[in-house]
């Protein structure tokens, strides 16, 4: 009972959330902190639905830089609302600009959307993500497994953050989420999640052949660093 009424709750307010954002940047169409403003907007759903996150670093990350984090499930982007970092454009899946009103406020937020099962205009989407990066001077923010991994573990990375990085020249930031396969509405006390920021990865001098290698390197410290997250959480709480 206690799920349907959080998930009643949330659905609810998520609509009121969409208008929100869609308001908020029409009147300041593509502004670099939209997202990161626009999803403050998303605070008050922590205890609906029994969320609770512990930042556990701050990078001070004063510069450009494309930031890589795990993709677990629908909660993710309640998890990202509370770090999202400020001159930053989101990267999402295409059919999110279908749904009403969150699609175009998703848009107009200043974020991107990427054909995955299209591989020229997939391409085309890693291009936009590095113009924008240079000519914008602002950060990108990508789940580079593409898809969910629903409590499979960090499933393997696709290849287009790290070729935008490198084309870009600038450094990959890993961001890591600790497992949130254990989290339920149906409690009462919240299961916390902790997020920290890795190093930044340099990509100077690095030629798009690398992409995949680098892709590879930040795949076993992501996984390395949740599996570490994870075990904390079961030591702590």
């Not at 907007?41 to 001070?60: H, R």
């Not at 497992?179 to 339920?184: G, L």
């Amino acid at each position: 009972m206690l799920y349907y009424v959080r998930l009643v709750a949330v659905s609810l307010y998520f609509v009121l959330f969409s208008f929100m954002a869609l308001i908020y940047s029409c009147i300041r169409p593509f502004h670099p902190n939209n997202t990161h403003t626009c999803l403050k907007f998303l605070f008050p759903t922590y205890w609906m639905m029994n969320l609770k996150v512990i930042q556990v670093n701050d990078p001070q990350i004063d510069y450009p830089v494309v930031y890589i984090v795990n993709h677990q499930d629908l909660l993710d982007v309640f998890y990202f609302a509370k770090i999202w970092p400020k001159n930053c454009s989101g990267v999402g899946k295409q059919e999110l600009a279908w749904i009403p009103v969150f699609g175009a406020a998703f848009w107009l937020a200043g974020n991107i959307f990427v054909n995955r099962g299209n591989k020229d205009k997939a391409r085309a989407v890693v291009d936009q993500m590095a113009e924008k990066i240079t000519t914008l001077n602002r950060s990108i923010f990508i789940m580079p497994e593409g898809t969910r991994s629903q409590g499979k573990g960090l499933l393997p990375f696709k290849k287009g953050a790290f070729l935008a990085a490198i084309k870009a020249g600038v450094p990959i930031a890993p961001l890591c989420v600790s497992s949130t396969k254990n989290v339920t509405m149906n409690d009462w006390i919240p299961k916390p999640a902790l997020v920290e920021f890795l190093d930044p990865i340099p990509t100077k001098d690095l030629k798009p052949e690398d992409a995949e290698r680098l892709a590879l390197e930040c795949h076993e410290l992501m996984k390395a660093k949740i599996e570490e997250l994870d075990n904390r959480l079961a030591a702590e709480f």
